[in-house]
């Protein structure tokens, strides 16, 4: 039977699942390249490898070098490293396009809010990220092969003090905007407990991961029978211990997984906002993986005992709408040399 051979074969559980949070390689192009101001990387007097223009955000030269960085990494995350996916895919390749201009817009967004709180980088962040440079490249034995190393991950040196500028910038950022003191985001229990209700959610989970060696049709139908199976009354969280494969939902079975709107994929919570309390969904096919989402009741208790976990959740959420809404306002230029880049033609 598939499901007893599946159980069989049951791999450990994995980590990236429900939650919206990049992978590796979305990390380098998201997290690790949320901003960039040039005037940091030119008073190192590090400059692109490549200097061609592709646009400009609010008259900011954004230089292919760095758009490549971020396109490439983009891509890698979307196909997995199966470049045919983009074979006859035009959807794909627009939604590569606009994932994008999504972090390209997201970077001068934070660079432009840390302006307006006057966030710079100190003089001794600076020296530290001089320092760790200088340490990679003793550390790969020279210049040459400290860039060999990077070119894995499509970085130059200059890519490389992008991401260390941000990785800093954007902490000051957060932490200033976030902290009470400086009444930029307020998160009192008062607020909290008004915004709960509306804005977070509790579910559980089944994740069936579809990994390059597994039968997706057997995966699909197994998916398919867990749900059966849970509409039928079975104990839920039997078949996550019997059949998920996604460690977050493991570690959170006991209370189950709570998170604040936008806080997990897309389309996962576009199917729990369809559920009722108590409801079942689809088997949700995100490529990756295969889910089946138990919608739950906040539970008062968990909410008292945690408010700081909800803190934490809020002020993101927030943050992450302040940037929205300036990224929203940051006027776009094209250079011809933008409708020429394509997955095929970006190296």
Not at 2 to 18: D, F, H, Q, V
Not at 106 to 123: F, G, H, M, P, W
Not at 311 to 322: D, K, P, T, V
């Amino acid at each position: 039977m598939k499901n007893s051979s599946r159980k069989a074969m049951k791999r450990k559980p994995a980590r990236e699942g429900i939650r919206r949070k990049p992978s590796v390689r979305r990390l380098a192009a998201g997290l690790l390249a949320l901003l960039l101001s040039s005037f940091f990387l030119l008073s190192c007097g590090v400059k692109p490898v490549d200097k061609r223009v592709v646009l400009t955000l609010d008259g900011e030269k954004i230089y292919y070098d760095y758009f490549r960085y971020v396109f490439l990494n983009t891509r890698d995350d979307m196909d997995g490293g199966d470049h045919s996916y983009w074979k006859d895919n035009v959807s794909a390749g627009l939604e590569l396009s606009d994932r994008t201009m999504e972090v390209l817009l997201r970077n001068k967004a934070i660079t432009e809010l840390a302006k307006e709180y006057d966030i710079r980088l100190t003089r001794e962040q600076k020296k530290e990220i001089d320092d760790y440079i200088k340490a990679s490249k003793e550390e790969f034995g020279g210049e040459e092969a400290f860039k060999k190393s990077l070119e894995a991950s499509y970085m130059t040196e200059y890519s490389l003090r992008y991401v260390q500028n941000i990785v800093q910038l954007w902490s000051d950022l957060y932490h200033y905007v976030t902290s009470e003191a400086n009444g930029v985001i307020r998160c009192s229990d008062e607020i909290l407990l008004d915004d709960i209700p509306k804005n977070f959610r509790r579910i559980e989970y089944v994740m069936i991961r579809n990994d390059e060696t597994d039968d997706k049709e057997e995966n699909a139908s197994l998916a398919e029978s867990v749900r059966e199976r849970a509409l039928t009354g079975e104990d839920f969280a039997g078949l996550i211990k019997e059949y998920g494969e996604d460690e977050t939902m493991s570690e959170k079975l006991k209370d189950g997984y709570y998170y604040t709107v936008g806080g997990i994929v897309r389309e996962v919570e576009e199917a729990v906002e369809e559920l009722a309390e108590g409801e079942i969904s689809e088997v949700i096919d995100m490529g990756y993986a295969l889910f089946v989402i138990h919608r739950l009741p906040i539970e008062d208790s968990y909410v008292k005992d945690n408010m700081e976990e909800f803190r934490e959740s809020y002020c993101a959420r927030i943050f992450n709408e302040m940037v929205a809404e300036k990224a929203s306002k940051i006027k776009v230029k094209y250079r011809d040399l933008y409708g020429e880049l394509t997955v095929f033609s970006v190296e």
